[in-house]
């Protein structure tokens, strides 16, 4: 069975950092290109990140580009988000997703004072 199950996520300050992890099951992590999203309270879907099967090339989005870093361990069949100066803005459930269509249950990232 083909699943994607994220983790990492939890209440931070802003300013704080937070590693998410996305840990693949029924496939081979390596043949694919994966993808973060996130979606705020009453907000769409917002593309985060991608990272194509070769690792060789990476794409960000919108105002998370300097903060946040997509990596993948094909030996561990996970990809990772690791997010740095995080702002209150930035809360949201974050999912990961395997060529945009298989997707995990997601992991919420609160950032609060």
């Known amino acids: 069975q083909v699943q994607l199950v994220e983790s990492g996520g939890g209440l931070v300050q802003p300013g704080g950092s937070l590693r998410l992890s996305c840990a693949a099951s029924?496939?081979?992590?390596?043949?694919?290109?994966m993808s973060w999203y996130r979606q705020s309270p009453g907000q769409e879907y917002e593309s985060i990140a991608h990272?194509?099967?070769?690792?060789?090339?990476?794409r960000y989005y919108a105002q998370t580009k300097s903060r946040f870093t997509i990596s993948r361990d094909n030996s561990k069949n996970t990809v990772y988000l690791q997010m740095n100066a995080l702002e209150v803005e930035d809360t949201a459930v974050y999912y990961c997703s395997r060529d945009s269509t298989t997707w995990g249950q997601g992991t919420q990232v609160t950032v609060s004072s």
């Open positions: 990272i194509d099967s070769t690792s060789n090339n990476f």
């Open positions: 029924g496939f081979s992590l390596r043949s694919y290109h």
